[in-house]
């Protein structure tokens, strides 16, 4: 413990709340995996149980890492980031569109990683791309022109390279860099005619994917399945009984497994639903955890989300450097949104979108990547504690 005080820094609090939500993960994980036992046979709910949490003790060991890390070296890792991810996102897009009839133009192989999602870097880097951008623009004027050669140009190469293969996390990256700029303070009026490009852009996308097929397969029709099953509110019945289809498969097991939870229980690992969720260890992992642990479960898990981002804006608040505080608020708050997505899919509230729930679901990309998100806001409280202890100190040999 000795040890941990005293080579931990920034916000103890937020440290142990992140620890929490690992710490459960793994009897959730644990549990949900049954399904991935039953459908592959090849692993064992503990194998799989163990490479989870190989894998969240490596995120902790990045976010320890991240955390020590200064302004310096973000900027840097922003700027040569776009290039980067960028390659990256390419490179995916073109390597091919199933394995094993699934789409891959979401992911890469990476040997000993194993299957890296490049566009949960490339949110990091865009947000954290932002922030700087924001805090170079602060109090000085800047063309229209030479904000999108500096800036814009970077954005939507970024958004539009994710848009084909994961339009839920390219819609949700557009919300969040607005919500920055908005908050960083950027002309409004300006953000109105990038919006009016944005959707012309994407209009002339989809009418482009619609004309040609081919260039998607797959992606439009699930695009549209989603948006129609979400939204069509006539039940299918059969003399009187709800029958589940290929069409509600995903919605309706996950609706079943949160009646099943109830408002109180404490059944760990007694879930049944997991044996049909396809997803029960990611996107419908909350459903999972109100079945095993009730409603009381979910809320519980909710409350963690929203204590975590109290903390963020705390941490941001607390900052006198404008860049410091877009910088905590850019990187942390989409978590905070991707979780209240994942929730809200479960439970029915929003088109199934694909969005894991940060440190709780399993997958490599996301664990490390939100791990390092939360190592720079971790950084970001750090330097403002030391630079306030380094003015107490100064005003005190004075």
């Not at 539009?160 to 557009?174: D, E, K, V, Y």
């Not at 806001?377 to 005190?396: A, C, G, P, T, W």
């Amino acid at each position: 413990m000795g040890f941990e005080l005293k080579n931990i820094k920034g916000d103890k609090s937020l440290w142990v709340f992140i620890i929490i939500l690992m710490l459960f993960s793994i009897l959730v994980v644990y549990s949900a995996s049954s399904q991935l036992v039953m459908t592959y046979g090849n692993i064992s709910s503990w194998q799989f149980t163990l490479k989870h949490a190989i894998m969240l003790g490596l995120g902790f060991l990045v976010m320890y890492i991240v955390h020590l890390m200064n302004e310096k070296t973000f900027l840097v890792a922003s700027n040569l980031g776009i290039y980067l991810v960028i390659a990256l996102l390419i490179f995916t897009l073109t390597r091919g569109y199933t394995i094993g009839g699934a789409n891959a133009s979401r992911w890469i192989f990476i040997p000993v990683v194993g299957s890296f999602q490049p566009s949960t870097l490339a949110f990091l880097v865009l947000m954290m791309f932002t922030a700087r951008f924001i805090g170079r623009k602060k109090g000085r004027e800047m063309k229209l022109s030479e904000a999108f050669r500096k800036y814009w140009i970077w954005v939507f190469a970024i958004i539009g390279l994710i848009f084909p293969a994961n339009l839920s996390t390219a819609a949700l990256m557009t919300v969040m860099v607005a919500m920055a700029l908005i908050i960083g303070g950027y002309p409004f009026k300006e953000l109105l005619k990038i919006g009016g490009i944005s959707l012309a852009g994407v209009a002339l996308l989809v009418l482009i994917f619609l004309a040609f097929p081919k260039l998607m397969p797959s992606r439009l029709a699930t695009w549209q399945s989603r948006i129609e099953n979400h939204f069509n509110n006539e039940d299918e019945t059969q003399d009187g009984k709800l029958v589940i289809t290929d069409r509600n498969y995903q919605e309706m097991h996950a609706k079943i497994a949160i009646a099943k939870g109830g408002l109180f229980k404490l059944n760990p690992g007694k879930s049944t639903e997991k044996y049909f969720l396809p997803q029960s260890v990611s996107d419908f992992i909350f459903a999972i955890i109100i079945e095993e642990y009730g409603l009381f479960g979910g809320l519980f898990v909710l409350f963690i989300y929203l204590i975590i981002a109290i903390k963020i804006l705390l941490i941001a608040r607390r900052q006198n450097d404008d860049y410091y505080k877009l910088l905590a608020l850019a990187v942390g708050f989409p978590l905070i949104f991707q979780a209240l997505a994942n929730m809200l899919v479960a439970v029915g509230a929003l088109p199934v979108t694909g969005q894991p729930l940060p440190l709780l679901s399993s997958g490599g990309t996301s664990i490390l990547i939100t791990a390092a998100a939360f190592g720079i806001i971790l950084s970001v409280d750090r330097m403002n504690r030391e630079k306030q202890q380094k003015d107490l100190n100064d005003f005190i040999t004075e």
